[in-house]
């Protein structure tokens, strides 16, 4: 059933979350609500294989099929061919990160303050095979682009087989430089990997155009479903390279014909598929599929541009007042650089986390990671919600 169809989900409207508690949710950078249309994905699967048992199967594969479509039209990629389904973003990048033909030596770019994710991986890596690791800020990117994008260079110059960074810093909501960064990976022959989860349902992506040879994802933060699946994507050029570190049994061509063939079907010499499908190792999370694929169409009955353009607005509305308050605000001066994230220091000593929690205690969802206090507005959010976040505020100031 198409949830999204029946809802008619729009801008600025949380009819589709009539159980939510919180006055304002600020928090999708961090673990986005479940909407009616999702929570009723995730039942229909649930019922079916309560009714069917393994009867529910098959269809769940011809769901999956169609999920992959719909990521890779988020991110302006070939669905069928060049989309995994993962268990989270994690997932994605260890699966990269361990299929890499590594040659001793290999050097990879990583950015400190990165979120753990798209750094751990790539340790172990390095560790297993004897790779360099070389390093960068991303606040750099940040406080003096022009100037980070030169030194980026000079290390790509030097000889940088991989890259690895997010498309949006957590901390401060920064929307890297992603398509300057990939066409410099290209002109030095590096490999650019980014970890989407901060970006992918909020921020326009196209890897194609961004010159992003992978990129891994989960489905909690701005696709706004539950927890426990995502993807990864990887491009048809750097298919061919990856080794089945990391397979199981669905990584095989025609993993599942044995399930109904004869004995003659059941054999261990099957050829592995290539790329992204090559990943998908084992048994998948149907529940997760199921209300991913719920949440993406909503995304997508809406469009990404839309959405971008209303979660500026949003943040628009609250940073220039905040900034008259006497709050730091992290967010970029140009839009090139930004996401759906504002991340702002408040004016006193309090710090950020205890004025993440009294914004709870007042109905408004928002987060504090390393210090910064952030907001994260969806397509739900009114921006005729930023009045009670700045009443709120001054309450807080006043005390």
Not at 327 to 353: C, K, N, Q, T, W
Request: glycine share 8%.
């Amino acid at each position: 059933m198409n949830h999204a169809k029946q809802w008619q989900v729009k801008l600025g409207c949380r009819e589709a979350f009539a159980e939510l508690s919180f006055d304002v949710y600020a928090n999708h950078a961090s673990v986005s609500p479940l909407s009616e249309p999702v929570r009723m994905a995730v039942d229909e699967v649930m019922a079916a294989q309560t009714r069917e048992g393994a009867g529910f199967f098959m269809a769940e594969v011809e769901r999956r099929e169609h999920l992959r479509e719909r990521l890779g039209t988020l991110i302006g990629a070939d669905g069928r061919h060049e989309i995994g389904l993962t268990a989270n973003t994690t997932a994605g990048v260890v699966a990269i990160a361990q299929s890499l033909p590594w040659r001793r030596g290999d050097r990879i770019l990583l950015l400190e303050g990165e979120f753990p994710t798209n750094v751990t991986p790539w340790q172990q890596a390095a560790r297993r095979h004897g790779l360099e690791l070389v390093w960068m800020n991303a606040e750099d990117f940040r406080l003096d682009r022009t100037a980070a994008m030169d030194v980026f260079e000079k290390h790509l110059k030097q000889g940088i087989r991989l890259v690895a960074a997010s498309a949006v810093q957590f901390t401060t909501g920064q929307l890297m430089p992603l398509a300057a960064m990939g066409a410099l990976c290209r002109q030095h022959d590096s490999e650019f990997f980014v970890d989407g989860i901060q970006a992918v349902g909020v921020v326009p992506l196209d890897v194609k155009r961004m010159g992003i040879d992978y990129l891994a994802c989960g489905s909690h933060k701005w696709l706004m479903a539950p927890e426990g699946a995502g993807f990864v994507y990887v491009s048809p050029e750097k298919a061919e390279q990856l080794q089945p570190n990391l397979a199981g049994w669905i990584s095989h061509e025609d993993a599942f014909e044995f399930l109904t063939g004869g004995p003659e079907t059941l054999r261990y010499d099957r050829p592995f598929q290539r790329g992204a499908r090559m990943l998908e190792s084992g048994t998948f999370n149907s529940i997760g599929c199921a209300g991913l694929s719920a949440s993406v169409g909503l995304i997508q009955s809406i469009g990404v541009n839309a959405i971008y353009q209303h979660v500026q607005t949003w943040l628009d509305a609250l940073e220039a007042p905040l900034l008259n308050r006497g709050f730091e605000s992290a967010r970029m001066p140009d839009r090139e650089g930004r996401s759906g994230i504002l991340s702002v220091r408040p004016p006193d000593e309090r710090p950020a986390a205890d004025w993440a929690s009294a914004l709870a205690e007042r109905g408004i969802a928002c987060a504090s990671p390393a210090g910064w206090l952030r907001l994260a507005p969806h397509w739900p959010n009114s921006v005729a919600e930023v009045e009670k976040v700045l009443q709120a505020v001054d309450q807080l100031l006043a005390r």
